[in-house]
């Protein structure tokens, strides 16, 4: 009977609504760190690597674009932590369950470091923006970026009232 309701209770649990993060798309706000899960939704598994020089990169829309990283010493993710309104730009609505395209999905006590300004990438077109930063050895954190998405005539696709687009968001645990 005990494992009767459990299984119940496991059910029940399983058809509530999860609480899903912003997706990255490529072209438009995929962020990847050492070129790990690109295209994913915040808050996938742990990024484990040594400590070291990592490679955090954003494909954003259009080149000249500024980026800035967030990082956060408090971890796990939070998934969903600050649902925002949609943006224009072609990324799934994964956030917030379903009703947004984007979310703040890192906690508070957030670091900035500027990322810089996108460049043209060759291959796409795209504009791209890379910053390699030492991570020492044994440190755990969240991180996710943030476009200042541009006003027309770059093709703005940010929300109107909000000039800027999330990524998604990852925790990175270095040894």
Known sequence: M???????????????PSRAQTTGAFCA???????????????????VFPGGPSRFTVITRNPGVPVILLVSLVTP????????????CPIPFTACGGTTNQSLDICPNLLQFPCGVTVPDPATGCGICNVVIAIPPGINFTTQA?????????????VPGFDFLL????????F
């Open 29 to 47: 706000n995929d962020y990847t760190i050492n070129g790990l899960v690109p295209g994913s939704t915040s808050c996938p598994p742990p990024l």
């Open 146 to 158: 943030v476009i200042l998405d541009p006003a027309p005539p770059l093709g703005r696709c940010g």
């Open 2 to 16: 005990r494992a009767l309701a459990l299984a119940g209770a496991m059910l029940l649990l399983l058809a509530l």
């Open 167 to 174: 990524t998604q968001a990852y925790e990175v645990r270095t």
């Open 77 to 88: 993710c939070c998934p969903g932590l600050i649902c925002l309104p949609p943006s224009g």
